[in-house]
Structure formats: structure tokens, C-alpha cells
């Protein structure tokens, strides 16, 4: 199967900083999502991105499908920023692989 | 906008028993997943159905099984359960399955 690394596996910020978070992957996908899952447990949406770039509001996202990778950027952190921040892939069948995961931890 | 609903939230289930988990996905989205975190790790895919037929299979154990009903709900059983079967269970779903996936808020299995 398709193998996900994300980076880095921890992210300790000041409220108001910017950072990137890099997903890498083994094979050619035909989705990659990101998602927050806040302390509650529940995943929240942040991009559907399997190649090009998008923002929303304070995050943008970029993927390099040729290169195999994205990257998620969160600028202007927050509190409420804080969390885990997954990357998922899937090849043609659907199913998702997630890489390990970011924790993030804003501080005021 | 309508999204993935999951019942129930929380589960207590003692060593051995069935649990029952639903999910009722966006109106409209013909593929359901199924999917299970265990304490501070990433969700592992269990299974996926596609207008009602099991179109993927993950690590599932012999013990649980799911289907996806006429009205495309699906429900996940899982007999004789294990203390590591304590989990949180996401159920997502989207319009086909190369399309975006969109995840219920999970149900929290506990087992003692």
C-alpha cells in the first residue's frame, strides 16, 4: 500500500507564528485530504487537494503530485489551531492512508 | 449543509458482548467508509461499501462485520469485543470513490 510520512511529528508555537507541515507519499494518488482533528476527536476537513494549490482563510495547502508531496500552511497561528493535523491519501479503490500525524500545540 | 451522522456517540460495552455502530451518510453519497483510531493513533480503514455492495476491505477482524442498507445507511457489528477494541469509530462518506471524503463526528467505544 501507499506509504504516508508526515512532518514535523510535533510543533510547539506562539500564538501569531506561521509554519509548515509536509506530507510525503510512495505512489501516485488519485486523492489527498488534510485534516484537523481537534481535541474533541473530531476530524474536520481543511483541503481536498490532489494536486495544485488552494487557500482558506489563514491555511493554504500545495500539492506536487509529480514530486509526491504537499504542504500545509497554517499562518497567523491561533489557539484554536491546535490539535493533530493528518494527511490522507488514496490510490484508485478509495480508501484512505494517513500518515501519522502533526500535533500542533499553540500557546497564547 | 447536511453531514455524516454516526450513533451513537459514546458506548460502554463490557468484554464480550455486541455493540452496534450506525451511520447515515450525506444524502446523495453512494460510498461509505468505515474506519478505526485507536488511542493516539491515525485512523485505520476497516471497510468501504459502494451502492450497497463491500467494495474494500481493511484489517477488519472476523469478529465485526458491517452492510450498507436500501436506504444507504450502514451499521458496523462487532461481536465478543476485546479491551482493544476500545476506539474511536469514524464512518465517511463520499459521492464516488475517487471523490472527496467527508467524516462523521466518530462514535467512542469503551470497553471494560
Known amino acids: 500500500g501507499i506509504q504516508v510520512e508526515q512532518s514535523p511529528p510535533d510543533l510547539i508555537l506562539q500564538e501569531g507564528a506561521n509554519s509548515t507541515l509536509r506530507c510525503n507519499f510512495s505512489d501516485s494518488v488519485n486523492n489527498l485530504q488534510w485534516f484537523h482533528q481537534n481535541p474533541w476527536g473530531q476530524l474536520i476537513n481543511l483541503f481536498y487537494i490532489p494536486s495544485g494549490t488552494k487557500q482558506n482563510g489563514r491555511l493554504s495547502a500545495t500539492t506536487v503530485a509529480t514530486e509526491r508531496y504537499s504542504l500545509l500552511y497554517i499562518s497567523s497561528s491561533q489557539t484554536t489551531d491546535s490539535g493533530v493535523y493528518f494527511c490522507?491519501?488514496?490510490?484508485?479503490?478509495?480508501?484512505?492512508?494517513f500518515g501519522a500525524g502533526t500535533q500542533v500545540v499553540v500557546t497564547p | 449543509a447536511a453531514g455524516v451522522i454516526q450513533s451513537p456517540r459514546h458506548l460502554i460495552k463490557e468484554k464480550r458482548e455486541t455493540a452496534t455502530l450506525k451511520c447515515y451518510p450525506i444524502p446523495r453519497h453512494d460510498t461509505v467508509y468505515w474506519y478505526q483510531q485507536g488511542p493516539g493513533q491515525d485512523p485505520q480503514f476497516l471497510i468501504s461499501f459502494y451502492e450497497k455492495m463491500q467494495s474494500d476491505k481493511g484489517s477488519i477482524p472476523d469478529r465485526f462485520s458491517a452492510q450498507q442498507f436500501s436506504d444507504y445507511h450502514s451499521e458496523l457489528n462487532m461481536s465478543s469485543l476485546e479491551l482493544g477494541d476500545s476506539a474511536l469509530y469514524f464512518c465517511?462518506?463520499?459521492?464516488?470513490?475517487?471523490?472527496?471524503?467527508?467524516f462523521g463526528p466518530g462514535t467512542r467505544l469503551t470497553v471494560t
Open positions: 465517511a462518506s463520499s459521492q464516488t470513490s475517487r471523490s472527496e471524503q467527508y
Open positions: 490522507a491519501v488514496s490510490d484508485s479503490w478509495g480508501k484512505l492512508q
